[in-house]
T-cell receptor, first 117, second 115 residues
Framework: EAQVTQNPRYLITVTGKKLTVTCSQNMNHEYMSWYRQDPGLGLRQIYYSMNVEVTDKGDVPEGYKVSRKEKRNFPLILESPSPNQTSLYFC????????????????FGDGTRLSIL | AQSVAQPEDQVNVAEGNPLTVKCTYSVSGNPYLFWYVQYPNRGLQFLLKYITGDNLVKGSYGFEAEFNKSQTSFHLKKPSALVSDSALYFCAVRDGDTGRRALTFGSGTRLQVQP
């Protein structure tokens, strides 16, 4: 079954304790992305990756890191989490067309709810 | 810059009646437009997209959307609403010309279909 898998689905942690949210897709997609969803703000893009070893900042990258060492995996790293990073996080993936642009729909994981105390 | 506006936080409609969820956008170049739906505790699911061609786009679950370039709108419609259509709907846009790869989402509209 084609899917995007995020782990963990829920996490409560404390300020300053490094954490990693994993994301894996089995569709051989080139493009992967992380979003955070906050009430009234919709989804805002944190980072995205067009392919292995290629990552770029989205609209709200501060306080986050990512890596893309393998095509299927795109972990989100919070080196020193703070309460304002409490949110619902989504990973997504899609194919990329030859020109580098993508009009392909994205496939989303089921989300990770992070609470940072 | 690219942006999306969904002017209604919530839309209420009776089952069997037509529904419309509004979306307007702003991009510098040609818009790539998408609608996604989110059910509770789930990720977003793709409904339909407009890239080029016919202004009326048909998608999943009987939904359709009309691209209106002069009004910069991409409203989501369905002729007859079902209770199971109750969910959170997001409109999204990407500028197809500038090379900006990020997808910008609206703030979402909650659709409530009453039996």
């Amino acid at each position: 079954e084609a899917q995007v898998t995020q782990n963990p689905r829920y996490l409560i942690t404390v300020t300053g304790k490094k954490l990693t949210v994993t994301c894996s897709q089995n569709m051989n997609h080139e493009y992967m992305s992380w979003y955070r969803q906050d009430p009234g703000l919709g989804l805002r893009q944190i980072y995205y990756s067009m392919n292995v070893e290629v990552t770029d900042k989205g609209d709200v990258p501060e306080g986050y890191k990512v890596s893309r060492k393998e095509k299927r995996n795109f972990p989100l790293i919070l080196e020193s989490p703070s309460p304002n990073q409490t949110s619902l996080y989504f990973c997504a993936s899609s194919f990329v067309q030859g020109g580098g642009y993508s009009n392909q729909p994205q496939h989303f994981g089921d989300g990770t709810r992070l609470s940072i105390l | 810059a690219q942006s999306v506006a969904q002017p209604e936080d919530q839309v209420n409609v009776a089952e069997g009646n037509p529904l419309t969820v509004k979306c307007t956008y702003s991009v510098s170049g040609n818009p790539y437009l998408f609608w996604y739906v989110q059910y509770p505790n789930r990720g977003l699911q793709f409904l339909l997209k407009y890239i080029t061609g016919d202004n009326l786009v048909k998608g999943s679950y009987g939904f359709e959307a009309e691209f209106n370039k002069s009004q910069t709108s991409f409203h989501l419609k369905k002729p007859s609403a079902l209770v199971s259509d109750s969910a959170l709907y997001f409109c999204a846009v990407r500028d197809g010309d500038t090379g900006r790869r990020a997808l910008t989402f609206g703030s979402g509209t909650r659709l409530q279909v009453q039996p």
